[in-house]
């Protein structure tokens, strides 16, 4: 089966009310492909694209429109995204400002992962990360074990981990990279014009979002611009952010009172596709022969279950990144294969496909020789960059027959990167405090802008507790016998949870109580 692009250009939605111009539909010059792809429904019907040159066919998301369309009532109003499809341009000269600067105090709050900074960091960083019921969700049965699970599951992670971020330096700069970012961001928007400061809130590591979350009650913000620095929204990361963020808000008389927004996901951002183009052509220049080599977007995956039954629109996102990086591409008469796979899967459960490793293997039979990494999903270095794709998936390659690799640094605090967030959140200024109806039609995303109440609604109805933050490891081991006892107790418990998911047998089964729970 053979599939060309096709010239089409969809129109953009508009709302009668909207006042901001419409971003331009892409059109696609057609071109043969001698691989295959299947593509979603939503991208058959919304931007008519197919895509060229895929050496592993890439599998869509099965999205129907039924699903990517949603709504929410909330004080009589709807939220009802439009088709995605469409690169969004900066149009910030279009938008006043000035009476939000003049009488507000304007504040961003970039929101990321964490990582631990020194090897003692790195266990009750763990703990943090699993004890989040967004990264291990467990049956509603056995939610109890969610901190017992994270203690065994970091303890036994800890060493391994701990060699990991020895090789990289003894710790990940990503705080580092960070505070970089909003040092280089708080620049750029002072250079437009928006006197604003940025602070920093990392998920399991300092500075945690809630020492932001003071520091910003500290400065008198009142007008709140939430940023996670992660380009496609999933429930695991920015998702589980947010649900910290609305615990926060919901105790708080300031926090309450003060007016905030969200920009969700930002991938289809002019800004961001253009500057992850050039980084691409620029490594491409470094192999001998450029017009050779497999461009290998590698995600962070997430459980398939996040996007099948909890409706996390990160794959859909993710598929849609690609093909408007690969379109700049095109313009750029760059037309090398590519493909994308899903990596840093943890645990029995099924995650994202293809993986990463298993890709890598597959290319090295198929004769590729020249592969170029590009980590599409992260716009920091950190482990799963600097460790995983540099050292572990490059050992893979080469091991498997390929011969020239090659990697695409992340975006840090490149320039075009830096501004065209800026933009973004000067763009976003009008809507802190309201409902931006108007701008589901103007920002062309999966997920809109919104407040965190409202985005919570809809992609994490059911939410769940957040347990507090570990800084130090507090469990400790004793001599005390009932300390002993009791931890036998509970690594029984998990020892016999754990054979019962691995064997599919046992008496949680006999009981037909796990079978419920899938």
């Known amino acids: 089966m053979r599939s060309g692009r096709i010239h089409s250009c969809t129109s953009c939605s508009a709302s009668s009310s909207s006042t901001f111009p419409q971003p331009p539909c892409l059109t696609s010059a057609s071109r043969h492909c001698k691989f ?23 599998y869509s998301s099965g999205w129907s429109e ?6 929410r009532q909330s004080n009589n109003k709807h939220l009802v995204p439009v088709g995605v499809g469409a690169l969004v341009t900066s149009n910030t000269q279009g938008i006043s400002t000035g009476p939000l600067i003049a009488e507000e105090k304007i504040g961003v709050l970039l929101l990321n ?10 266990q009750p960083f763990l703990f943090n990360l699993f004890a989040d019921p967004d990264i291990i969700r467990l049956p509603r049965l056995f939610r109890f074990l969610q901190k017992p699970l994270a203690q065994f599951i970091s303890v036994l992670r800890a060493p391994k981990s701990k060699e990991g971020y020895a090789s990289i330096g003894g710790g990940s700069p990503l705080r580092r990279i960070t505070d970089a970012q909003a040092e ?24 945690f979002t809630e020492e932001a979350i003071e520091q910003i009650k500290k400065d008198g913000i009142t007008k709140l611009v939430v ?32 007016q905030h927004t969200v920009i969700p996901s930002w991938y289809q951002r002019e800004g961001y596709i253009k500057a992850m183009a050039n980084l691409i052509e620029k490594e491409l220049q470094k192999f001998d022969r450029p017009e050779k080599v497999i461009i290998f977007f590698s995600a962070h995956g997430v459980p398939l279950a996040y996007v099948e039954e909890a409706g996390d629109p990160y ?11 690969i379109e700049e591409l095109d313009k750029r ?31 090295g039979r198929k004769g590729v020789k020249s592969l170029l990494a590009v980590p599409i999903s992260f716009v ?41 967030l800026a933009d973004a959140v000067i763009e976003s200024l009008p809507y802190v405090g309201a409902m931006a109806v108007s701008n589901l039609e103007a920002r062309q995303s999966l997920v809109p802008l919104g407040s965190v109440e409202e985005l919570l609604a809809t992609y994490d109805s059911q939410r769940r507790e957040l347990p507090p933050p570990v800084t130090v490891w507090e469990w400790g081991w004793t001599k005390s016998a009932e300390t002993w006892n009791g931890r036998a107790a509970m690594l029984a418990v998990l020892v016999l949870l754990l054979l019962e998911v691995t064997t599919g047998e046992g008496f949680l089964h006999q009981w037909g109580i796990l079978p419920l729970f899938r």
């Open 36 to 58: 295959p792809r299947l593509l979603s429904t939503r991208a058959l019907s919304i931007s008519q694209r197919v895509s060229r040159n895929c050496l592993v066919s890439r």
């Open 66 to 71: 039924t699903q990517l369309s949603f709504s």
């Open 113 to 122: 992962l964490g990582g631990p900074e020194t090897l003692e960091d790195v």
């Open 184 to 207: 280089e961001l708080r620049k750029s928007l002072w250079a437009k014009n928006v006197p604003a400061k940025v602070y920093v809130g990392m998920r399991y590591w300092h500075p």
């Open 227 to 258: 940023l996670p620095l992660y380009p496609q929204f999933s429930i695991s990361t920015s998702g589980s952010s947010l649900r910290l963020l609305e615990s926060i808000f919901r105790d708080d008389e300031y926090l309450v009172n003060m």
């Open 315 to 325: 794959k859909a996102e993710m598929e849609e990144c690609v093909d408007l990086i």
């Open 333 to 363: 008469k760059i037309t090398n294969a590519y493909t994308l796979a899903y990596q840093s899967r943890v645990g029995p459960v099924e995650w994202l496909k293809p993986y990463t490793d298993e890709t890598i293997v597959d290319l």
């Open 380 to 420: 920091s270095e950190h482990i799963e960059t600097l460790e995983e794709i540099d050292v572990e998936y490059k050992e893979l390659a080469l091991e498997s027959g390929i011969e020239n690799w090659g990697r695409v640094p992340a975006l840090g605090c490149e320039p075009m990167f830096i501004s065209d």
